[in-house]
């Protein structure tokens, strides 16, 4: 029998030690992916090809985006279920703005601002009229899509430029172009959150609300901040997804906050708020992303791929609960 | 013997939270469980309760060994707990929280709800809890729900209940409703196990004394015998001047005047004012305003009318963030919930308050962070591995000096401290008054609300008294208990029904 005493001055080592075992499980999603890369790369001649895997980045590109601001959001304790719609309104905006004869940027600028002032108005009805994130959110995305569906007249916008194609089929020294927007979009995400005031205010919030509150925190101003930011990217998103489509759909981007929210979620981030991170949803997206792309290319059918997604998120999402059981009780 | 424990050990991972727990508690008797945090008394009751599993040793239910694998089987053979937080479900009514779980049902899940308030009111008249089956919880003091939680308990014919601090919470005449409902179980025959910071409580209820440290059982008696000193001795291993002394500081300039404060149906006519250097006591029961006074000059319910001045010039608090601006700090008595992000590092709880302070360029400098950390890690002896271990893995009295580590840093000159000692160990306590002192003697000026009078004489300069919303009465720091009650209790109140 060992004497407690001696235990005792074991315990200040022991989470030092813990610490390995925790970054080993924070890297499980980074490993399931890689071993994922590689047994499909194994299964499938067509999968490592220069075609193939660029298609799979730009189909991923647009969820990853919205993910990123979707990852902001979770954070902060919140969700936004209308992402969908905001996609299809910036998207929509933006190519009717082509339409009418404005610049290729002036377009994007302005499917971007759309995103912008659609998550404005979510972040400004949860705060002002203090209602849930999850009901603001499912009432605008009704709203957006709607207002979308008026604008256009449930028509899509055919008449863009050519050139606007490069957005989302171009490349940029032999690299989709998309996959260096969603880099630089990862880059100052990854930054925001970790490095500046608005991100640690973001994890403060989302950790406990309260507490932001007495520690004299803007609650209200950072959190509207963040559904804008998150409905730029958005917007952004939506613009990538009309280049890629050549046209303005009202009806685009229907189920994405789903898929947004998957990712953030296998990426490890919390919908209690506080716990998330841009390279955990760059991972979940490109699991979910190659998932699909795996299943198409080893002929899976399309209705079991969802099924497999589904259980991946449910999976996912145990083992992080079970790596955080683990670390708590100590 | 009811219950008898020999040698539990208990470990969770490396480390180990019970060593050599022993307890033996017989039936009508009061048990005093007392040990600083950390010392094992939650690990043990959890075992008892069925919460955890033991490692080794051998518990003796009525001199059968018994292994209780669930909170369910514990309640089967007659072992209930009250727990310390509240775990009732606010939205429902006392009746229907009291029988949750055990709602007596018709065939298709029909519950039958009025038998079921009927059933409740008779074991409430018949204790007297001052509570009515039909009343929502959620409406209810803390003091009330943590009526309720005993009212539970005991409602369900246990021989053994297990308190688990519940007069922390609680002032004078709820904690006296407490102690009366413990007599009751005495007489009885049932078995209690308390658990309690309070020391003062050791006469009023127990009749004997269990006291553990560092996981172990160092001693067990009848509690006549000891001494508070003896106990301390017990609880940390050491003696300890048992009674804090502090000299007064010489006062300074001051720092915050309140003049004719109003908030409707909670504060009236709130007069006094602050000087550097100096510590304020605010007395008066559960209910007197007190929370609610540091509240309204915290900014969080803005108040009506009134003027407050912080170093003579006079500030609008209409929201945290102008108190904080104005140089206000509020260290609340929840601090889990109003306090810290516990799932956060250490370094960012405490930089959280002052982010300009260590960004370059609208960027976290992540050195001067961890600088500042460190820094105010070290000058308030917090005791943890480094600043980036999360704010929840630290016990109460560290967690509590992480709060006052914000302010300070936030450069804070009046502190507001609500119950700064509530649920912390006596060691911890000590650090927390060393701490206010230190605090006051570097310039600031304190106000600390406690319902704990004795501290209050052992630490304040001059003590103001609450009582129904007012300021009663003003006395010097060295005065007595009658007269701060005098002034707070002039007239008998209702315990449960008026809002905290």
Redesign the interface.
């Known amino acids: 029998m060992n004497s407690p005493a001696v235990e005792r001055t074991e315990t200040p080592v022991a989470p030092a030690k813990k610490g390995e075992g925790i970054v080993l499980q924070r890297l499980l999603p980074f490993l399931s992916l890689i071993i994922l890369f590689v047994a499909l790369a194994i299964a499938s001649p067509n999968f490592l090809t220069n075609t193939n895997l660029s298609s799979v980045a730009r189909q991923t590109a647009v969820i990853n985006i919205m993910a990123l601001g979707m990852t902001m959001i979770i954070i902060i304790g919140g969700i936004d279920l209308s992402v969908g719609a905001i996609l299809a309104m910036g998207g929509l905006l933006g190519t009717m703005a082509m339409e009418k004869g404005l610049s290729i940027p002036a377009g994007v600028l302005i499917g971007t601002a759309t995103g912008l002032v659609c998550g404005l108005a979510n972040g400004l009805m949860t705060t002002q009229l203090r209602i849930e994130p999850f009901i603001v959110t499912l009432g605008t995305l009704g709203i957006f899509r709607g207002l979308t569906l008026i604008i256009s007249n449930g028509l899509p916008v055919h008449r863009i430029p050519q050139a606007f194609s490069f957005l989302g089929e171009g490349n940029v020294l032999g690299i989709p172009f998309v996959l260096w927007i969603l880099v630089a979009c990862a880059i100052v995400t990854h930054i925001v959150l970790e490095h500046t005031r608005l991100g640690r205010y973001t994890f403060a919030i989302g950790s406990n609300r309260e507490a932001a509150v007495y520690a004299g925190i803007p609650v209200n101003f950072h959190t509207t901040a963040v559904y804008a930011i998150g409905g730029m990217l958005t917007g952004l998103a939506g613009m990538i997804e009309a280049s890629r489509l050549m046209t303005g759909q009202p009806t685009a981007g229907q189920g994405y906050e789903l898929q947004a929210i998957a990712a953030v979620v296998i990426g490890g981030g919390s919908l209690h708020g506080g716990e998330g991170s841009v390279t955990g949803t760059l991972i979940g997206a490109f699991i979910m992303g190659l998932l699909s792309n795996g299943s198409d290319l080893l002929g899976v059918s399309p209705y079991l791929q969802q099924a497999i997604i589904g259980a991946v998120i449910i999976l996912a999402v145990t083992l992080d609960e079970l790596r955080k059981r683990r670390t708590m009780t100590s | 013997m009811l219950l008898e424990l020999n040698h539990i050990e208990k470990?969770?991972?490396?480390?180990?939270a019970l060593?050599?727990g022993n307890l033996a508690v017989q039936p009508g008797e009061v048990h005093l469980l007392l040990g600083e945090n950390g010392a094992g008394k939650s690990t043990l009751m959890k075992i008892i309760a069925g919460i955890v599993a033991r490692d080794a040793g051998q518990m003796l239910w009525q001199g059968r060994e018994v292994h209780l694998k669930t909170p369910a089987e514990a309640a089967a053979i007659g072992i209930s707990m009250v727990h310390q937080e509240s775990l009732l479900a606010p939205h429902l009514t006392v009746a229907e929280n009291l029988y949750l779980g055990r709602e007596e049902r018709l065939p298709l899940g029909w519950v039958r709800r009025r038998h079921m308030i009927e059933a409740a009111s008779l074991v409430i008249a018949e204790h007297r809890f001052p509570l009515r089956a039909e009343w929502a919880v959620e409406k209810l003091t803390p003091a009330g729900k943590q009526l309720v939680e005993i009212c539970r308990a005991i409602l369900h014919g246990s021989s053994l209940v297990i308190f688990d601090e519940p007069t922390s919470s609680l002032s004078g005449s709820e904690a006296a409703e407490v102690f009366r409902i413990v007599r009751t179980l005495r007489e009885r025959q049932v078995g209690v196990i308390y658990i309690t910071h309070r020391l003062d409580e050791l006469q009023s209820v127990g009749d004997r004394v269990t006291i553990m440290r560092?996981?172990?059982t160092v001693h067990t008696g009848p509690s006549a015998e000891l001494t508070t000193e003896r106990i301390i001795h017990h609880m940390v291993g050491r003696e300890v001047s048992a009674i804090y002394q502090r000299n007064p500081l010489p006062q300074g300039d001051e720092l915050l005047r309140v003049e004719h404060l109003n908030q409707q149906g909670r504060l009236n006519d709130i007069s006094f004012s602050l000087r550097a250097g100096e510590i304020v006591g605010l007395a008066g029961l559960i209910g007197a305003g007190r929370t609610e006074l540091c509240r309204a000059l915290?900014g969080?319910d803005p108040i009506d009318s009134g003027r407050v001045s912080v170093c003579g010039r006079e500030v609008v608090v209409g929201s945290?963030?102008h108190?904080?601006?104005a140089g206000i700090a509020?260290v609340?008595e929840d601090r889990q919930?109003?306090?810290?992000?516990?799932?956060?590092p250490i370094g960012?709880n405490i930089t959280?308050?002052n982010?300009?302070a260590i960004?370059r360029l609208?960027?976290?400098d992540?050195r001067a962070q961890n600088s500042a950390a460190v820094d105010y890690i070290g000058r308030l002896r917090i005791r943890a591995?480094s600043p980036r271990?999360l704010a929840?893995?630290l016990s109460g009295g560290n967690q509590q000096k992480v709060v006052i580590a914000?302010w300070l840093f936030?450069q804070a000159r009046i502190f507001l401290f609500d119950e700064p000692t509530r649920g912390i160990d006596v060691g911890a306590k000590v650090e927390v008054f060393n701490l206010m002192h230190e605090l006051a003697r570097a310039g600031a000026a304190i106000l600390m609300v406690s319902s704990e009078m004795p501290e209050l004489l052992q630490v304040a300069d001059r003590i103001l008294v609450m009582r129904g919303g007012r300021i009663t009465g003003e006395l010097p720091g060295r005065t007595t208990q009658e007269a701060i009650l005098r002034y707070a209790a002039l007239e008998t109140q209702p315990p449960a029904e008026e809002r905290a």
Do not use: E, N, W
Request: charged share 25%; proline share 5%; glycine share 20%.
């Open positions: 470990r969770y991972g490396g480390v180990t060593g050599d560092d996981g172990r915290f969080v945290p963030k108190a904080v601006k509020l609340t919930i109003t306090g810290l992000a516990l799932r956060l960012h959280l308050a982010m300009p960004c609208g960027l976290v992540g591995g271990q929840g893995r914000k936030r």
